[in-house]
């Protein structure tokens, strides 16, 4: 475990490192003159002009070289200093927190949803197989093909516009995130049902697990002491790599909610070439993904400490 | 002594909990108290200068003088104003007792502090010739100017040059807080999405009726269709056209249809080979479809327009032009005929062996300018002329005219920025050949020198007479073609009554609302 903790301490360093060079590297090979960009997000379309991005190429010393820019970001980095946003001059890590923590409560929340909703729909199928397995199948084939976009719209239509029980979009009360959180969750159990449904079935039809029922262990106690486990890991491990690719690939569900996350943030930022914003969230990203993949190994270890000895 | 049972504390804490709980939730904004307003745009940063139009239209911010809905100058925080015989001292009375949000009373000093501050950031003022900007006892600013400039008056109304109490700036002039002088102040500020004001007590003007109004970023159009479907928002701004029929049903909403002063026009660069003669400009004029356009595409009949601004800006507006009167110039064919251009086997134009062929950017800030984008591409290819269209940022115009690269670009152009259409006028011909956001090597030295002299005209007859002239040598040559004028769509809750609309989007008019009692 010690040994694990240290190789994902010195991953983090790497990370850390390795995003905000490739951020920075990409984000300056964009074509375009990120003054105007950068003035065009903050004056507005109806302001931007070349006076406008003269100032901002001024103020953010935009000409200088690109290795000065780097050395500075690197200096203000080994500082623990994000710096400010080019767009709104507000310090990135204020609104780094601001959308990453929405993002992670809409994330978490959609999660948990996803598994109340994948683990029993997708062990029901594995234990009663057809014509039941076919259905939920079929049904998580309907939605998944589905964009994101049009279930969120299905369920505000029902929910928000027929019965009236949650608001449209916005954020601040714990109503405004029950249907983005459902959406969410709905598009996300679509796809780990299966999984679970996979485990499930691979567990029951192991011949350790048919041994268990021959030696005289009822059917719960059999799933309780045989099937539990061995179901857990493939699935703990697939909810763990949903979560981080959740986080940043919510925009849809963000921009039709109205919600401030950090997949919506972060695009914005990319087309106004902010780049502190995109490096202090491209950065956060990255340790959250150290953090979360080192969780679920943890998790997983506990789970099934044959981990260890391999 | 007798103690409490373990179960009677619980329930003593519980319903402690619950009445702190409903205290804080009567206190604050709820729908029943606040006026709920939606709209596409975002904001981000709280200094005028960038996103003042949102505080503007939140009514916190408040400017000298104020526009009203025919575009003219009207009083706000400057009671009178006088401009001296020389046209070049303008000296502004403000009102007595007006109150920032942050309670210290406005006074001369406050209002030079906030406008040096303006002028030092980007914007109308920096470009205004402005010698100095002083003080003239406590209730008088006096504002002297290197030559006559008629458009002050409009500049100092643009929401970049807000007043803001003196406490409002930090150590680098930047905007810490947003202590204005509006019927409202600000309760929360959550960029980029939200933002809660709440009703200023001390307001020197129409106090507000509603506590409180908030603002929320609805970034897609069916996102802000289901809340005023809903009755999550009051007020829903631009609306899809297309979900018109669907609200219209509605007996819970009044919807309102208000013209613009926003055109959609397409920017030529006039000094490319192909389209340096203006016979070229007219026949791609001519080719585009306006009618159609403003029918299918926009979906609003009767937007389509020949001209860049509108009818209510009428000293601009010329009102013999119709459709027919450019076909009177010839057909897109015969005019492209003239300069030389035969059509090849594919049926496509070519002159000396070179195809007719263009590249027009627009961007997708608009979502319409796309979809009208690729309408012109088949209108032109219709007569030959084959066209890449390209979606980019907006900046890219900017970009594009200074570096020379641009060819055509398809743009939202509000040429109600400044209140006075001339600023817009200035900033898009007026200089070396057109602006960022106007012509492109596209020179004319009679038009160059109208404008000039309209700077300095005070005389409305005169004004109207070169301003008309103006507008026919626009027309005449098509710099720019325009496409069609904006119509701005709104939705408004039946629970609120005193909703009107403001065509240069200064205010929302919050405090002029009322809610209908059931």
């Given at each position: 475990m010690k040994a694990m903790l240290l190789r994902r301490v010195l991953q983090l360093i790497t990370v850390v490192w390795g995003v905000g060079t490739l951020t920075f590297i990409l984000m300056r090979s964009l074509p375009g003159d990120m003054a105007y960009r950068i003035a065009a997000s903050r004056y507005g379309q109806d302001n931007v002009n070349s006076e406008a991005a003269a100032l901002v190429r001024a103020e953010l010393q935009l000409d200088q070289s690109p290795w000065v820019a780097y050395w500075h970001w690197l200096t203000d980095l080994l500082q623990f200093k994000l710096g400010d946003s080019l767009v709104s001059g507000l310090p990135v890590m204020d609104s780094v927190q601001h959308m990453l923590g929405h993002s992670l409560l809409l994330a978490l929340s959609g999660l948990l949803l996803s598994v109340l909703i994948a683990v029993p729909l997708g062990l029901l199928s594995a234990w009663r197989g057809n014509p039941l397995d076919s259905v939920f199948m079929g049904l998580s084939s309907v939605i998944r093909a589905m964009p994101v976009f049009v279930v969120g719209v299905l369920l505000l239509l029902l929910f928000a516009l027929n019965w009236r029980l949650f608001p449209v979009a916005g954020f601040g009360t714990p109503a405004h995130l029950v249907l983005p959180a459902f959406t969410l969750a709905i598009s996300l159990a679509a796809v780990s049902n299966r999984v679970v449904r996979d485990s499930a079935k691979q567990t029951f039809q192991a011949a350790f697990y048919r041994f268990s029922?021959?030696?005289?262990?009822?059917?719960?106690?059999?799933?309780?002491?045989?099937?539990?486990?061995?179901?857990?890991?493939?699935?703990?491990?697939?909810?763990?790599?949903?979560l981080v690719s959740m986080i940043e690939g919510i925009v849809m569900i963000e921009s039709l909610f109205s919600w401030p996350g950090i997949g919506h943030g972060l695009a914005h930022a990319i087309f106004a070439r902010d780049i502190p914003v995109i490096q202090g969230s491209a950065l956060v990203m990255g340790i959250l993904f150290v953090l979360l993949n080192t969780l679920v190994d943890m998790i997983c270890l506990w789970i099934d400490p044959r981990g260890v000895k391999a | 002594m007798k103690v409490m049972p373990f179960y009677k504390k619980i329930l003593m804490c519980a319903s402690i909990v619950v009445g702190l709980l409903a205290l804080t939730a009567c206190s604050g904004p709820t729908s029943s108290n606040t006026v709920s307003v939606s709209g596409a745009f975002e904001f981000t940063s709280l200094d005028p200068s960038k996103n003042g139009y949102v505080f503007s239209r939140m009514q916190v911010l408040e400017t000298l003088l104020d526009v009203n809905e025919k575009g003219l100058l009207v009083p706000a925080l400057a009671k009178e104003w006088r401009v001296s015989d020389d046209a070049r001292t303008w000296t502004f009375d403000l009102r007595d007792d007006v109150y920032f949000h942050d309670g210290s009373l406005m006074n001369a000093e406050a209002v030079?502090?906030?406008?040096?501050?303006?002028?030092?950031?980007?914007?109308?003022?920096?470009?205004?010739p402005i010698d100095s900007i002083t003080t003239a006892g406590d209730h008088s600013v006096v504002i002297s100017l290197s030559r006559p400039y008629t458009l002050l008056g409009a500049v100092l109304a643009n929401y970049a040059n807000s007043i803001l109490s003196p406490s409002a700036y930090g150590k680098d002039k930047e905007v810490v807080a947003l202590s204005g002088t509006g019927p409202y102040k600000v309760f929360q500020f959550a960029p980029p999405h939200k933002l809660v004001v709440e009703k200023f007590d001390d307001y020197w003007?129409?106090?507000?009726?509603?506590?409180?109004?908030?603002?929320?970023?609805?970034?897609?159009?069916?996102?802000?269709?289901?809340?005023?479907?809903?009755?999550?928002?009051?007020?829903?701004?631009?609306?899809?056209?297309?979900?018109?029929?669907?609200?219209?049903?509605?007996?819970?909403?009044?919807?309102?249809?208000?013209?613009?002063?926003?055109?959609?026009?397409?920017?030529?660069?006039?000094?490319?080979?192909?389209?340096?003669?203006?016979?070229?400009?007219?026949?791609?004029?001519?080719?585009?479809?306006?009618?159609?356009?403003?029918?299918?595409?926009?979906?609003?009949?009767?937007?389509?327009?020949?001209?860049?601004?509108?009818?209510?800006?009428?000293?601009?507006?010329?009102q013999n032009v119709t459709p027919e009167t450019e076909a009177a110039a010839g057909t897109?064919?015969?005019?492209?005929?003239?300069?030389?251009?035969?059509?090849?086997?594919?049926?496509?134009?070519?002159?000396?062996?070179?195809?007719?062929?263009?590249?027009?950017?627009?961007?997708?800030?608009?979502?319409?300018?796309?979809?009208?984008?690729?309408?012109?591409?088949?209108?032109?290819?219709?007569?030959?002329?084959?066209?890449?269209?390209?979606?980019?940022?907006?900046?890219?115009?900017?970009m594009g005219h200074q570096d020379g690269s641009l060819e055509v670009a398809l743009m939202a152009r509000n040429y109600g920025f400044i209140a006075d259409p001339l600023g817009v006028m200035l900033s898009d011909f007026g200089s070396n050949g057109g602006g960022d956001w106007g012509a492109m090597n596209w020179n004319n030295s009679e038009f160059s020198a109208d404008l000039m002299t309209l700077e300095h005209t005070s005389d409305p007859v005169k004004y109207k007479e070169i301003a008309q002239r103006s507008a026919q040598i626009i027309y005449d040559e098509r710099p720019m073609i325009p496409v069609s004028a904006y119509v701005q769509q709104t939705s408004v809750n039946t629970r609120i009554k005193g909703f009107r609309f403001d065509p240069f989007e200064r205010s929302f008019y919050l405090n002029e609302m009322e809610f209908v009692k059931p």
């Open positions: 029922r021959v030696k005289g262990l009822s059917e719960w106690q059999t799933f309780r002491q045989h099937g539990v486990r061995n179901i857990a890991v493939p699935v703990v491990a697939f909810f763990g790599i949903q | 030079v502090n906030s406008l040096l501050i303006a002028q030092s950031k980007h914007g109308a003022l920096k470009k205004a003007g129409k106090k507000a009726s509603i506590p409180y109004a908030s603002y929320l970023t609805g970034h897609r159009a069916e996102s802000r269709v289901l809340q005023a479907k809903s009755g999550q928002a009051d007020i829903v701004f631009g609306l899809d056209p297309a979900s018109l029929p669907s609200l219209q049903r509605l007996d819970t909403l009044t919807l309102h249809s208000n013209p613009i002063p926003r055109t959609i026009v397409l920017k030529l660069n006039s000094g490319h080979r192909f389209l340096d003669d203006v016979r070229a400009r007219k026949a791609l004029s001519l080719a585009v479809d306006r009618q159609g356009i403003a029918k299918s595409v926009l979906r609003i009949p009767g937007s389509e327009t020949e001209q860049i601004l509108p009818a209510s800006m009428s000293n601009w507006y010329l897109p064919e015969s005019l492209l005929a003239s300069l030389g251009w035969k059509k090849n086997a594919q049926g496509m134009l070519e002159r000396n062996g070179e195809p007719f062929e263009l590249t027009l950017i627009t961007y997708a800030d608009r979502p319409e300018l796309t979809t009208v984008a690729t309408a012109i591409q088949a209108q032109w290819e219709a007569i030959g002329v084959s066209t890449k269209v390209e979606v980019t940022n907006s900046s890219a115009i900017a």
